[in-house]
Structure formats: C-alpha cells, structure tokens
C-alpha cells in the first residue's frame, strides 16, 4: 500500500495542483486511463468544496489529501478543517442529492453557494457532493478526527485495473 499526502494552502489556485497529482499518482498506481479524468474531476470537487469552506471558516489552515493505492482499491480522501457539517453545507451525498433537488426549486430560498471570486457564478449547494457521487464507486462523507469534514473516495479495483 503506498500513500501520498498532500497539503495546500485554502486558494483555488491550488485546486489544480492538487487535480494533478492526483491524476499522477492513480497513473502510477495503475489506474484505467479511462479513470483518469473521473479521478481529476472528483478530486477538483472535493478540493474546491473544502477551499470554499476554508475560505469562509479557517483561511489559515491547510487542506489536506491523502492518496492511497490499496491492493483492491484506490483511495482519496480530502479533509477540511472546517466546523462538521456547517449550515447550509451538505453533511452526506443523499443530503447534496437532496439540497440539489431542492435548490432546482423555483420555490425555495438560498441553496446557491457564491465563491466571490471574478467570474464565479453561484453555485447551487450540494453540486460538488453530487457530481463526486456520480464519479466514484463508493464516497463517504463524515467528520474528520479533530476537526472538519472529510470526503473519502474509492475507486474500486475492477475499474482501476481497466475491468
């Protein structure tokens, strides 16, 4: 089992370094390149999830991700420091499925999730959970031991082996 970790500062600037080594390490792992841009995209996600948390929370911590090539799997997972499950953020993937629905409701409020930077557009909550949902073999979303969220990821070794 190897495992890389990675820790960046909370700009979204990083979130494409970090997109690409994640992509380095899953092609050094043995990763389909089939899978390859499914684990560039969920990886962008989840990172961009926890940037925006940071930004809005803990600007001065780092993120974190954490690369694992199991014998049957392989594994991401992002960590954020931010309080669990802060309002309006989604704590599961049926919760972003859920927010999501919801936010497509004319009728309800809120649900957008603004990253304030030039030429971002509002975001509707739960988007970044459910595209990784769409992505992944398997995510789970939970607390993080001492603090913060943490989106585990695994791909599992049929689709990393090319099966």
Known sequence: M?????????????VRTARLVAAAVARRSGVDEAVLDEVRLAVGEACSRAV??????????????????????????????????????PASPADALGALADSADPASEGGAL??????????????????????????VVRPAPGGG?????????ERVAGG
Not at 117 to 137: Q, R
Request: charge should be negative.
């Open 2 to 14: 190897a495992t890389v970790e990675v820790r960046f500062s909370a700009l979204p600037a990083h």
């Open 52 to 89: 925006d948390l940071h930004r809005r929370h803990c600007p001065e911590q780092p993120v974190e991700i954490r690369l694992t090539d199991d014998p049957g799997a392989f594994r991401v997972a992002v960590h954020d420091q931010a309080p669990s499950a802060p309002a309006g953020v």
């Open 149 to 157: 969220t943490s989106v585990e990821m695994t791909w599992s070794a």
């Open 114 to 139: 603004d990253l304030g930077g030039p030429g971002d557009e509002a975001v509707p909550e739960g988007v970044g959970i459910a595209v990784i949902t769409g992505l992944v073999d398997d995510v």
